[in-house]
């Protein structure tokens, strides 16, 4: 999914899903995206929860095996591309044969300790491949 409070250029390919977060508090604007507002959801609640309103919305709405979340500004690309704007953002195609050859494993800020430790999620075969934003003033590595 690529959560989005307004308009903006998204990828093409099949695998992202733009949904509407906060549909519920502006009805009048309409982007052509999916809405977090409709079946079980928690969209007034938006100005609370910013993004996790669309994670809320798909763990009641979707049947999917695995969900992922990318912000509208700030989407995923293979640690081995360079920057190139939509051409270098994570298709479909590159995410199965990375679920193909990878576990996945989730960065968790360990709140005590004050760093990051890798723990293990799901035995079901998702990707742990280092992967960036494309966004031109964050350049963060993440996990996905």
């Known amino acids: 999914m690529v959560a989005s409070h307004k308009k903006a250029e998204m990828p093409e390919d099949s695998m992202y899903l733009p949904v509407h977060v906060g549909r519920a508090l502006y009805p009048d604007r309409e982007f052509g995206y999916q ?52 051409n270098s953002v994570l298709t479909g195609k590159q995410a199965e044969i990375l679920c193909r050859k990878h576990d996945i494993s989730a960065r968790l800020r360990a709140r005590s300790a004050k760093r990051c ?16 934003t494309t966004s031109k003033r964050h350049g963060n590595w993440m996990i996905f």
Request: proline share 4%; charged share 25%; aromatic share 14%.
């Open 35 to 86: 809405s977090d507002a409709e079946g079980d959801n928690i969209s007034i609640k938006n100005p609370y929860y910013c993004e996790l309103t669309a994670l809320y919305w798909a763990w009641k709405n979707l049947k999917a095996d695995y969900v992922g979340l990318a912000h509208y500004r700030r989407h995923f690309s293979l640690k081995t591309v360079h920057r190139g704007g939509w």
């Open 117 to 132: 430790r890798a723990a293990p999620i799901s035995p079901r075969c998702v990707a742990r491949a280092a992967v960036r």
